[in-house]
Nanobody, 115 residues
Framework: QVQLVESGGGLVQTGGSLRLSCAAS????????MGWYRQAPGKQRELVAV???????NYADSVKGRFTVSRDYAKNTVYLQMNSLKPEDTAVYYC?????????WGQGTQVTASS
């Protein structure tokens, strides 16, 4: 069982920045992929960004050029740097990890961008 703990959410003005962190309870070196999803009120959970084992990344069109996903093997942590935040980025952000056939989720962290 792998535990994921997110941190770094909060309230920021439009145009501001936040960095989310996701600390895993196990080595992330062998993880197939780690990523970030978000869910706004009344909407389905959606993929924001993912980084796979080989280092390739993928982003939702709505965040390309503004968000960057990265990882630190030494800290077993994945980050999401969010710049130029918009009100439509407001959501609960969840960390996700895929290991073989298993999938794990964090508890979520609230991000609110006020206009």
């Amino acid at each position: 069982q792998v535990q994921l703990v997110e941190s770094g959410g909060g309230l920021v003005q439009t145009g501001g920045s936040l960095r989310l962190s996701c600390a895993a309870s196990a080595s992330i070196f062998s993880f197939n992929a780690m990523g970030w999803y978000r869910q706004a009120p009344g909407k389905q959970r959606e993929l924001v960004a993912v980084i796979i084992r080989g280092g390739s990344t993928n982003y939702a069109d709505s965040v390309k050029g503004r968000f960057t996903v990265s990882r630190d093997y030494a800290k077993n942590t994945v980050y999401l740097q969010m710049n130029s935040l918009k009100p439509e980025d407001t959501a609960v952000y969840y960390c996700n990890a895929r290991i073989s056939l298993h999938e794990y989720w964090g508890q979520g962290t609230q991000v609110t961008a006020s206009s």
